[in-house]
């Protein structure tokens, strides 16, 4: 059904019955090994009407439970007959029965039905074997776990958060959204959000992870430190990993509705692993590139014999030199998931995780004067801050998550999230351009500083008719809150120098003050609560409408080291609309408009300001969206047309980081994701943009770092001459940006090429993969944005086991 979760389908499906007849349709599909879980007794289920379909080829067990929960109906099937079998898929109307048969078309299995459940057993021709079963609800992560494979063009058919709302299917959902799935971050090696954000269709890397700093992300021309873990929000974080994620989600554009206060740019919610339906062993062993050597365990499966308690774990271990000179990151991460699937109906999830990230030598930040026109950039390869400069960050979390279907029409959602960061260590330079030829050089230390961050959510959905026309509501509150603590102890060296462009400076660690009477205070707190409706009403198959409001609030406060204000508190609060038109005249395509408006927290002065670190007055921003998501043979190809303004932001003639006068961004994004054909694959995309600055002193000018052009593709084809084997690579096209807020100065655009290899085989009967990244292969020394280069050439390979 269009725009509905799993979850809500199922509940749907059984709305228009009479209570007696009504069946829950759960979907079920077998992922285990043959030591599989007791097969539930299924609840009621419509009878197996016709509907509209549009599931594209691919592995078996995903097309299975992708139409099983479309359907609405249970089907079970051992893992054994699903394991390396592909389906065609199935398009156009159907009942349950003849699509399940469409489904399994040449696969050399056959359905069989019992009352309202189907299994799925071996052709007469094949002599069968019966083993015992496994089912799985189809609105669990096991249904995510099943998407996004590498077989299927690292196309995804769900959304696993959409905020508040919570599961959607992609194609139906009002937002232009792209999904980087686990199998992707694994064959390009990602070890960082830098890397997601390079091959990502809609993402540029602002503040890389290598600078030391929280990771800043650029979508649609906003800069964004925002960002949400399983749907519950952050406002920014240090050191983050992969090696835990399922997949890393970004909506591009406003969130303020799904997600509260947030830039206008848009959102990344990090995935995390979850409990698999089979055991799971996978052992990893490589470098992420330089002498950065690593291991990576992920462990998962039930505890139980039925299934009602699984585990996930994950493990890693790396330390080694980066391919930039000195540069070194020693990090340990672990990593615990589990689910207890108390009923049917009532499952709880739980999941904790430690890390502690030590780097030395971070990238260094660049400052360069208005009136000084940008020289060429200077070697990426080697290090331009100092050898002895190193951070580290230790941080803890906990989630727990609840979820109870209280009845057929009302689900209940409750969710908790806390995080704690520690920085005890922190050195940092900055290099200020004083010529074509020349710079300075400011370094400093910086005493321990904490964060503590805490996010949470309680939410209902209901589902009921009104007549012919179908309604689900999601209403509740949700919010988050981050508290610093910083430190009395920042000396500095001032900037000093001036040094030749042709090579780094380097010298020994200067003799800093004591610190004897340093002390670590109270320094800031931000809370954002919001109170939201929403109703996605649906009037026949191809029209729905999806309407609300988000009441959303944001309490700042600052504190000097007294415990005085350091500027007013701050207390506001914005009733946010959001109405989004859809419409479906074909079961592959789809169309919509959009019309939000959000809060964000102002921005922070930057270091280089005379009011560095000042958190400017919260903004509000409005977004025009058009958009269509059309499913082509394999391939979701997505475009929209937008209009975003927000507040600017930026540094007066005085040197003061200031808000005066509207930044709007006006574009056009167009993206691809599957198989073009079975050997081929692309993940890509462009976006084209018109930014402009109205009112304040740079009226009419760009906003500096926002390329008009931004082109990406990366592309694996399978070798047909070696199976198994596949050759991949990307080309990453970023044009011109304005260096400096009065247009004075301007960057160059660039491009850089990725290639690699990736040999799929079996040892013993066990999976292995080998993979082999070059990135950056011309080893082009580039400006990233105005204030940091991009990443050398490095080399990454792994071996992938699993047992």
Known sequence: MPFLSPRSTRRRATARL??????????????????ALQAQTPRASPAPDERDYDIPAGELSRVLTEFAVQAGIQVSVEASLTTGRQSPGLRGRQSAWSGLNAILAGTGLRPERRGNAYTVRPAPAVDAVTLPGITVQGNTAAALQQEGLASDGYRVSTISSTGALGRMELRNAPYSFSVVPRELLQNVQAQSPDDVYKINPSTMTQTPQLSGWAPMVKIRGFNSYDRA?????????????????????????LSGFLYGAASPGGMVNYVHKRPTPERLNSITAGNYGGGQYYVHGDFGGPFDSNGKIGYRVNLVRQNGDTAVDDQKIDRSLASLALDFNITDRFKLELGASYSDYKMTAPTAYWFVRDDLSRPKAPDAGKNWGQPWIHDETESRK?????????????????????????????YHTMNSLRSSTQYAQLRQKVGPTSTESEAWQALADISFDTGPIAHQIT??????????????????????GPYSLDSPTHVPEPAWPS??????????????????IGDLIRFNEQWSVLAGVNRSTIKAMERDENGAASQPDYDRGLTSPNVSLMFMPTPWLTAYATYLEGLEQGGVAPDEAVNRGQVLSPMRSKQRELGLKAELGGVLVSGALFDIEKAYEYANDANVYVQSGTQ????????????VTDAWTVVGGATLLTARVEGSDNDGNAPINVPKLTAKLYSEYALPFAPGLSLTGGVYYVGKQWATATNTSRLPSYTTFDLGLRYATK?????????????????????????????????????????
Request: include cysteine.
């Open 515 to 532: 610190d004897a009477s340093a002390r670590t205070y109270y320094a800031s707190r931000i809370r954002n609560d919001n109170f939201m």
């Open 475 to 496: 209403m509740g509150y949700y919010g988050y809150m981050d508290k610093q603590w910083q430190s009395t102890y920042f000396p500095s060296t001032g900037y000093v």
């Open 18 to 35: 009479p209570a007696a007849a009504a069946i829950a349709a759960a979907a079920l599909i077998g992922l285990a090994a043959p030591c």
């Open 229 to 253: 873990e399983e749907g519950l929000r952050r406002s920014f974080g240090f050191a983050a990993s992969l090696e835990d994620k399922e997949r890393v989600e970004v909506l591009s554009g």
């Open 398 to 426: 906990w989630m727990a998550r609840m979820t109870y279907e209280a009845s057929d029409h009302l689900t209940l959602r409750v969710a908790h999230l806390r995080e704690y960061q520690d920085r005890p260590v922190q």
């Open 763 to 803: 040892v013993t009967g066990r999976p292995l993969t080998l993979r082999l990244n070059v990135n950056n292969v011309a080893n082009r020394s580039y400006w990233l944005n105005s204030y940091y280069l991009g990443s050398p050439r490095s080399i990454a390979l792994s071996a992938q086991m699993q047992f």
């Open 664 to 675: 709007r961004h006006r574009g056009a994004e167009v993206s691809a994701v599957g198989k």
